[in-house]
């Protein structure tokens, strides 16, 4: 137990296996010897006020009544004699009685400096390090999770269509909707960094659509998705189409919850865009290559743009199609059947 | 710029991580295969940091260099670019490292 504040047990669910140094200057270790929760390290006798590296109180009242952080000059390691006025932040709900603007003197011995915080730098600055490893997509890969569950759990088969600008996933979006009116439903979540251009073509092409305006950002994210799903609320067992920002770099980051990931890539564009993004097309399940009716114009090398999709992504999927001229459709229509069909078995 | 939102990303969980107190130090480690570029993370940062705990922080860059196996020859090799090839021929590696995104530590006062 800790003898300056009787800490024992656990603190802040780590099992507190030793305490250090001595009283007054405690210090609670885990097991393998890092330090954890507060540290006592501050020698002060009578009422004077002590430090502490973080917002724990004390279980057991020592003298003073009251945990603060407080800042000083982080250079030291001599005598000196100061008074000062300090900020400090309570960071906890506590009963405490005295005035805020205090001054306090300590007079230290030239060997024992009051204020070793923790653990000393080995420039004479008091700082510990906090080891966190959180990764840091990781509240992201939570929300799209949590998308995921909620779609699975409606049966709803959700397509997230990645693209540059240009590669006419609107207009192959209308030309699907249009299709496959008869037999299924469809609903759309358009992301565009401005306008509701696109949102207006999908509604006249007659799926219920929601639009996402990222304004500044470059893709959607699954917060945005959670978000746009809450209002769109889509028709369980449908398919959910979404559109994200056109932009062939960032939207390969985000997991949205999406079932699948389709990249969209047209005989406009050169045959080598796998390999100047091969973070988009790596994590696409589907490739549409559109705009095929255009080849008889262009130097475009289907081949070749289906090797560099090979060195990319051995197993992804390549479908040629032309949103303007239907070629190609009846396989991304069965795709889309197939693998909505999945989802309802799994779900 | 999604390295706008990476860094958001790390001053939203650094602040929910830690309490209380001044940062001082946020070290980050970046994958050379993870699709985001430091320099272009460093230059958010003072913006994502402005108003928050973590303002006035300095940021650590781990750079993680990339590493793949062939599945073909079983050997190990340095890889800097998602798309790479083995010398066997193989085009076909497994990323073993380099995809990192991760905040590894902070120093707090």
Request: charged letters at 25%.
């Amino acid at each position: 137990m800790c003898a300056t504040c009787g800490c024992s047990g656990t603190i802040g669910g780590e099992t507190v296996a030793a305490v250090a140094g001595e009283v007054g200057r405690d210090l609670h270790l885990r097991e393998d010897d890092e330090a954890i929760g507060h540290a006592h390290d501050q020698v002060h006798t009578d009422d004077q006020v002590h430090a502490h590296v973080d917002d724990r109180t004390h279980p057991r009242a020592v003298k003073s009544k009251h945990a603060h952080l407080h800042k000083h000059a982080r250079e030291h390691g001599h005598a000196h004699e100061h008074e000062h006025e300090h900020e400090h932040e309570h960071a906890q709900e506590h009963e405490h009685e005295h005035a805020h603007v205090h001054k306090h003197a300590h007079e230290h011995d030239e060997q024992e400096h009051a204020h070793d915080h923790g653990r000393v730098r080995a420039e004479g600055t008091a700082a510990r390090t906090l080891q966190l490893e959180k990764e840091i997509l990781g509240k992201n890969q939570l929300l799209a999770e949590r998308n995921r569950g909620w779609l699975q759990g409606r049966e709803i088969f959700a397509v997230n269509l990645m693209s540059s600008p240009g590669s006419g996933k609107t207009t192959l979006l209308e030309r699907t909707i249009r299709d496959l009116a008869k037999q299924a439903s469809v609903s759309v979540i358009e992301g565009d960094q401005e306008t509701r251009l696109d949102a207006e073509r999908i509604r006249a092409a007659g799926a219920r659509v929601v639009q996402i305006n990222t304004g500044t950002g470059c893709h959607l994210d699954a917060q945005m998705l959670g978000r746009a799903l809450n209002e769109l609320a889509p028709a369980p067992g449908s398919f959910l189409f979404i559109e994200n920002v056109g932009n062939l770099v960032c939207p390969a980051l985000f997991d949205l919850g999406e079932g699948a990931r389709v990249v969209i890539a047209s005989t406009t564009e050169g045959e080598d865009k796998p390999l100047k993004y091969p973070h988009m097309f790596r994590a696409a399940e589907l490739i549409l290559l559109n705009k095929v009716d255009l080849l008889p114009h262009l130097s475009f090398d289907v081949t070749r743009f289906v090797a560099h999709v090979r060195l990319v992504n051995p197993a992804a999927k390549v479908v040629r199609v032309s949103a303007t001229c239907g070629d190609g459709l009846p396989e991304w229509y069965e795709w889309l059947a197939e693998r909505g069909a999945s989802v309802r078995r799994t779900a | 710029m999604h390295e706008l939102s990476i860094c958001q990303g790390i001053v939203d969980s650094v602040c929910e991580a830690v309490p209380g107190g001044e940062v001082l130090v946020v070290t980050v480690e970046i994958g050379r295969l993870s699709g985001v570029v430091p320099d272009a993370v460093r230059f958010c940062f003072d913006a994502c940091t402005r108003g928050t705990r973590v303002e006035g922080a300095r940021l650590e860059v781990v750079d993680v260099p990339g590493r793949g196996r062939c599945g073909t020859c079983e050997r190990e090799l340095d890889v800097d670019e998602l798309v790479a090839r083995c010398p066997c021929g193989n085009p076909f590696l497994e990323i073993l490292r380099g995809r990192e995104l991760r905040i590894r530590s902070v120093e707090v006062n």
